[in-house]
C-alpha cells in the first residue's frame, strides 16, 4: 500500500509537470500527454481506493488517511471529466486551460502527501458512522470540494493574468486582437461554472448530513463545529452566487467586479479546506463528536 | 384636503423604502456576511461555559465585554435570532417581489420557499420541542426524561424499560506506532508481517519479523554452568506407576512442593559441607513450629511460646490467661485442614481471660498491627505478634532432599516428626516413599539454573482466567526488527506494554490497539402505558423508537460496565416542515444549476443571447 501510494504520488508530481510544458509548450500532443500522465495517476488511484475498500470493508472515506486518498481521486475524477467535455463538447482546444490542471494536480499531490503522513491502518467504524447516510454525505461533500478547488485554481489564474495584463488591457480592447486574450480573461466565467456544479452538491452535502445527524444523534443541527464550518463554507458561496446581482446598484467600477468575486473565491476554498482538516485547530473541538479522530 | 394628502404620499414612498430595502440584495448579501462572521466567532471563543471559565482564559474585562453581547452563546442570542428572523422576511418579500410567472423561475422561488420551511420548522422545534436525555439501568424503567442542557426532569406520561443492553465489540485489530523523539515524528504503521516501514525524514525503521496472535512467555530452566550457584532439580512423583506430579525445585527459590491430597511435602536443600549436610538431612523433621510473641505494655513482659492449638498460658506477673485458639496458615482458607493451606497469611486465634472477661482476636504474622473488627479488643496494652518459620509444614509425610558441594547426595523419609530413613540418591532412580504406593524420581540436576525466555504461541488453560468464558482475544505479540543509527535490533513485543526502546532512546515503537472497538451497542425497549406494552422496540445507533411523538435514540452507555443505557428524548414538531424544506431546497438547487441552463436553452432556440436573458440573469450567470 505503501509502494502504491508512493507511486501515484510520482505520478501525479509528473503530471503537474506534463501540464506545464503543455502550457508552455501549446503543442497538441503534449495536452494528450499531460492528459495521460493524469489519467494513469488517476487510475492508480482508484486501485488505491479500491483495494482499501475490500481490505476495511466499509467504504473508505471514514478516517483521515482514506478521506485525503478519496478527496485526491474526485479532485482528479472532476478535473478529467472538465478536461474531457472542454475537448469533446465545448471544442475548445487552445485555451489556457492546462494552467488549471497544473494546479488541481499540485493539489492532489498535497492530498496523497497527506495521506503518507497519516495513519493508515485499517480502523473500525463507530457506531455512528455505519449508515449508509455516510456515503451519499461524503461523495456529495468530496465532489462538490473538488469542483471548488477547481473555481479556486481558476480564480488565481484569473487575478494573475489581469494583474500581469493590467497595463495592457486598454491596447488589447484597441487592437481587437483580444480574441486569446479575452479567452483567457473568461477564467472568472470558468471559476462561475466551477461553483454551479460544487455549491449544488455542497448544498445536498450539507442537507444529507443534517438528516444523518438526526437519525444518529436525534438532532438535525447542534451548533457543533464541523457543522457550523460547513455552513459558513455555503455561506460564503451563497454570497458568492448573490453578490453579481448586487454590485449593479453600487458603485463598484465594472472592471472590478469580477477581481472582487475571485477574490471571494480565493477566501472560500481555504475556508472549505479548513472545514475539512483543519478543526482540531479550534478551541471549541473538544467538544465534538465529528472531528477525526487523531 | 391637500395638507392630508401630503403625509399619505410620504407614507407610500417611506413604505416603499423600508421594502425596497427589505427586498435587496445587499441586505441579503450584508445578513449572510454577518451571519457567517457570527459563525467563525461562536467556533473560535468558548461557547455556554461558566463566567468562571471566560474569565479564566480571557480576562475578566473581555469576559464581561461578550457576556453583555452574548458572545457566549452565539447561537442561541436575542440577536442571531433577530438576523435569523431579517433573513427570513428579506426572502419572503424579494421571492414576492420578483416573482414573475415563469418556468425559469421555478428554482428561484422553491429554493427561496425551502430555506423559509426550514427556518421556520426550527423555530417551531425550538418552541414546542423537546430535547433531552434519560439514562436506563438494566431491567429498569423510567417515566421521565431530563432536559437539556438544564436536567431539569420532565414526566413521559409513560414508562420506558429497558429489558436488554447489549455491546457488540469488534476483535481487536492493532497497529504499531513509530516514534522519533528528536524529530517529534510519529508513525502508525499496520503490523503486518514482511513490511519494513521507514519513518519519513529520519534514518529509522521498523520491521516486524513474526507475530503471535496469542502469545505467552514461556521460561524454560536451563543449565547455565557447573558451578552449583543456582541448583536445581527436577523431580517427578509417582503412585502405581502413574505420574502424578512433577517440576522443578530450586534449592534457592521456590524449593519445596506440597500435596496436601497426600499429606506429603517434598523439600530440597543445598548444604555447603557435610557437616551441614548431615545436619540438614537429619533435623528436617523437627520443623520449626510457630511462636508467638505477647508483650504486655508498660509493664515490660515479653513472652513468647509455641503455637499449638488448645494450649494455655497464664502470664506472671498479670492475671491474664491465654489460650491459643486456631492457627491458620492462610486466614482465609482457616476452614479448611491446615495441612491444605499454604502460608500465604498465617494467623494465630487468641483469647485473652483477663479481669475485664474474654478478649478474643486473630493476630496475623504479616499484619501485626491489623485489628481484625470481628473481635472485641478490650486489652490493648496485650501485643501479640506471630511468627512463622519459612518452612513450617503441617504434613504428616515429608521428604527431603539435600544436597553438598562435595558430591553427596541424600533423600531423607521422614513420617510425624520422626526420620525412618535417609539413602543416597542417583538421578533417574526411583525411590519408595516408605509405607505408601509413592515413588519419587530426581530426573534432572543444574548446578546453576538459569531461565531461557522464550515467547510462544499460548496453548490452552486459560479459558476463565480473568474473563468469562469465550470472551478472552488473546494476547498478541511481535517480533520487530528495528533499525538504526545502532544497528538492528529484534525483539518481541507484546500488546498493552510499554514503548519499547531501540538502544540509542530516541527511537520508540508502541503496540497497541487500533481503532473502535465498540462494533455497536443496542438496547431492548419496551414502552408501557396504563400496565399495556404498547411497543417492544431494539434499538441502535441510527435505529430509534418512535412513541406518541417522542423519539429515543441510542446516543451511549454506561462507561463502567454495561449496567445502564443512555437515551437522547426528542421531539421534534417541526421536524416535517424542516424535511420539506430539505426536499425543496435540493429540488430547486438542481433545478437552478442543472435543468434551468438546459431548459432555457430548449425553449429559446435561434433567439439571440440578449433577447432571452434578462440584464440581470447575465450579470448573476456572468454571461457577456
Ligand atoms: C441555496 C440557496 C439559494 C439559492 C440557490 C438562491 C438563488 C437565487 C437566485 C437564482 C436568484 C435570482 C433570481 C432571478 O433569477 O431573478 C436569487 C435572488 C435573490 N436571493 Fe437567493 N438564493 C438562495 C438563498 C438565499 C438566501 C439565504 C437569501 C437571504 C436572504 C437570498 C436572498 C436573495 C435575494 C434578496 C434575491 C433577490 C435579488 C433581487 O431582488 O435582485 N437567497 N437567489
Not at chain 2, 74 to 83: D, T
Not at chain 2, 135 to 158: A, C
Not at chain 2, 252 to 274: E, F, G, H, M, P
Not at chain 2, 309 to 317: H, L, M, R, V
Request: aromatic share 12%.
Amino acid at each position: 500500500m505503501d509502494f502504491m501510494l508512493k507511486l501515484t504520488l510520482y505520478v501525479y508530481c509528473a503530471a503537474i509537470v506534463a501540464y506545464i510544458v503543455r502550457e508552455v509548450w501549446r503543442a497538441k500532443s503534449m495536452r494528450w500527454v499531460a492528459f495521460g500522465v493524469l489519467s494513469s495517476g488517476f487510475i492508480l488511484n482508484t486501485i488505491l481506493v479500491l483495494t482499501r475498500w475490500s481490505e476495511a470493508h466499509h467504504a473508505p472515506m471514514s478516517d483521515k488517511f482514506e478521506s485525503f486518498v478519496f478527496f485526491a481521486w474526485s479532485i482528479a475524477l472532476v478535473y478529467l471529466i472538465f478536461e474531457l467535455v472542454t475537448i469533446f463538447i465545448v471544442k475548445v482546444h487552445e485555451s489556457r486551460i492546462g494552467i488549471i490542471g497544473a494546479l488541481q494536480c499540485v493539489l492532489v499531490a498535497w492530498m496523497i502527501c497527506s495521506a503518507l503522513q497519516a495513519d493508515s491502518t485499517i480502523k473500525e467504524l463507530p457506531p455512528a458512522l455505519q449508515s449508509n447516510w455516510l456515503v451519499t454525505h461524503v461523495i456529495c461533500y468530496f465532489l462538490s470540494y473538488s469542483a471548488l478547488s477547481m473555481s479556486f485554481s481558476a480564480a488565481i489564474v484569473y487575478l494573475i493574468h489581469r494583474w500581469i495584463f493590467s497595463g495592457k488591457q486598454k491596447v488589447a480592447e484597441v487592437v481587437e486582437s483580444g480574441i486569446q486574450l479575452k479567452k483567457d480573461y473568461s477564467f472568472d466565467k470558468l471559476a462561475y461554472i466551477a461553483v454551479s456544479i460544487g455549491f449544488p452538491f455542497l448544498t445536498i452535502g450539507l442537507i444529507t448530513g443534517s438528516i444523518w445527524a438526526k437519525g444518529a444523534w436525534g438532532t438535525y443541527w447542534g451548533w457543533d463545529p464541523k457543522e457550523i464550518w460547513s455552513l459558513i463554507s455555503w455561506l460564503v458561496y451563497l454570497t458568492y452566487m448573490h453578490l453579481p446581482l448586487m454590485l449593479p446598484k453600487t458603485n463598484i467600477k465594472k472592471s472590478f467586479r469580477p477581481i472582487l468575486l475571485s477574490i471571494i473565491l480565493l477566501i472560500a476554498f481555504p475556508i472549505v479546506l479548513f472545514t475539512f482538516m483543519g478543526l482540531h485547530k479550534l478551541p471549541t473541538s473538544a467538544d465534538s463528536d465529528h472531528i477525526y479522530a487523531e | 384636503m391637500s395638507k392630508a394628502a401630503i403625509p399619505q404620499v410620504k407614507k407610500v414612498k417611506n413604505n416603499s423604502k423600508t421594502w425596497e430595502i427589505l427586498c435587496s440584495v445587499r441586505l441579503a448579501v450584508i445578513i449572510i456576511v454577518i451571519m457567517a462572521v457570527s459563525c467563525v466567532l461562536g467556533t473560535v471563543i468558548l461557547q455556554q461555559k461558566s463566567p468562571e471559565e471566560y474569565a479564566a482564559r480571557y480576562g475578566a474585562g473581555l469576559a464581561k465585554f461578550f457576556a453583555a453581547i452574548q458572545f457566549t452563546d452565539i447561537f442561541h442570542s436575542y440577536w442571531f435570532s433577530f438576523l435569523l428572523v431579517l433573513l427570513c422576511v428579506n426572502l419572503g418579500c424579494c421571492t414576492v417581489k420578483r416573482w414573475r410567472n415563469k418556468v425559469l423561475m421555478i428554482g428561484f422561488l422553491v429554493t427561496h420557499i425551502s430555506i423559509i420551511l426550514i427556518l421556520i420548522g426550527c423555530v417551531v422545534d425550538l418552541l414546542t420541542g423537546v430535547k433531552g436525555g434519560v439514562n436506563i439501568y438494566e431491567g429498569k424503567s423510567v417515566d421521565y426524561y431530563l432536559t437539556r442542557p438544564d436536567y431539569k426532569k420532565n414526566p413521559l406520561g409513560f414508562q420506558v424499560f429497558c429489558d436488554d443492553f447489549l455491546i457488540e465489540k469488534h476483535p481487536p485489530k492493532y497497529k504499531l506506532i513509530a516514534y522519533v523523539k528528536d524529530k517529534d515524528k510519529q508513525k502508525a504503521v499496520p503490523a503486518k508481517v514482511g513490511k519494513r516501514n521507514s519513518v519519513s525524514g529520519t534514518n529509522y525503521a521498523v520491521t516486524v519479523k513474526d507475530f503471535i496472535e496469542d502469545a505467552e512467555i514461556q521460561q524454560e530452566p536451563i543449565n547455565v554452568s557447573d558451578v552449583p550457584n543456582n541448583p536445581a532439580l527436577y523431580i517427578q512423583l509417582s503412585e502405581k506407576g502413574n505420574v502424578t506430579a512433577e517440576g522443578w525445585l530450586l534449592a534457592k527459590d521456590r524449593n519445596w512442593y506440597s500435596d496436601t491430597q497426600r499429606d506429603l511435602k517434598i523439600d530440597y536443600v543445598w548444604a555447603d559441607n557435610a557437616e551441614k549436610h548431615e545436619k540438614l538431612a537429619n533435623a528436617a523433621g523437627k520443623s520449626t513450629k510457630p511462636k508467638l510473641d505477647i508483650t504486655i505494655e508498660g509493664k515490660n513482659i515479653v513472652k513468647s511460646v509455641p503455637v499449638e492449638k488448645g494450649k494455655k498460658f497464664s502470664i506472671d506477673g498479670t492475671d491474664f490467661i491465654i489460650e491459643i485458639k486456631n492457627f491458620a496458615l492462610d486466614y482465609s482458607k482457616r476452614l479448611v485442614p491446615l495441612s491444605e493451606q499454604e502460608p500465604n497469611n498465617p494467623a494465630v486465634m487468641v483469647e485473652i481471660s483477663g479481669p475485664q472477661g474474654k478478649d478474643s482476636r486473630w493476630s496475623f504474622s504479616k499484619y501485626p498491627d491489623y485489628q481484625d473488627k470481628a473481635h472485641q479488643v478490650i486489652y490493648k496494652d496485650v501485643k501479640l505478634l506471630c511468627s512463622v518459620p519459612e518452612n513450617f509444614s503441617d504434613a504428616k509425610h515429608r521428604v527431603r532432599i539435600v544436597q553438598n558441594k562435595s558430591g553427596k547426595k541424600t533423600i531423607s523419609y521422614i513420617k510425624n516428626e520422626e526420620v525412618i530413613s535417609i539413602n543416597d540418591w542417583e538421578l533417574n532412580k526411583s525411590y519408595n516413599v516408605a509405607d505408601s504406593e509413592l515413588e519419587i524420581r530426581v530426573i534432572k540436576y543444574f548446578p546453576s539454573h538459569g531461565l531461557k525466555k522464550s515467547v510462544v504461541k499460548r496453548v490452552g488453560g486459560h479459558e476463565g482466567h480473568n474473563h468469562g468464558p469465550g470472551e478472552h482475544a488473546g494476547n498478541p505479540a511481535v517480533l520487530i526488527e528495528m533499525e538504526g543509527p545502532r544497528g538492528k535490533v529484534a525483539e518481541w513485543v507484546f500488546a498493552h506494554t510499554p514503548p519499547h526502546w531501540y538502544p540509542d532512546n530516541n527511537f520508540a515503537v508502541l503496540y497497541e490497539k487500533s481503532g473502535m472497538e465498540i462494533k455497536d451497542y443496542k438496547s431492548i425497549l419496551r414502552v408501557v402505558e396504563n400496565g399495556k406494552t404498547m411497543v417492544t422496540k431494539t434499538i441502535e445507533v441510527n435505529n430509534a423508537l418512535k412513541y406518541k411523538g417522542f423519539v429515543f435514540y441510542q446516543s451511549s452507555y454506561d462507561p463502567e460496565g454495561e449496567r445502564y443505557t443512555g437515551l437522547q428524548v426528542t421531539k421534534n414538531p417541526g421536524l416535517l416542515v424542516v424535511y420539506t424544506g430539505f426536499i425543496m431546497l435540493c429540488i430547486g438547487i438542481v433545478f437552478i444549476f442543472y435543468v434551468k441552463p438546459f431548459l432555457r436553452r430548449k425553449l429559446k432556440k435561434g433567439k439571440k443571447i440578449e433577447e432571452y436573458y434578462s440584464e440581470e440573469e447575465m450579470l448573476a450567470e456572468h454571461i457577456e
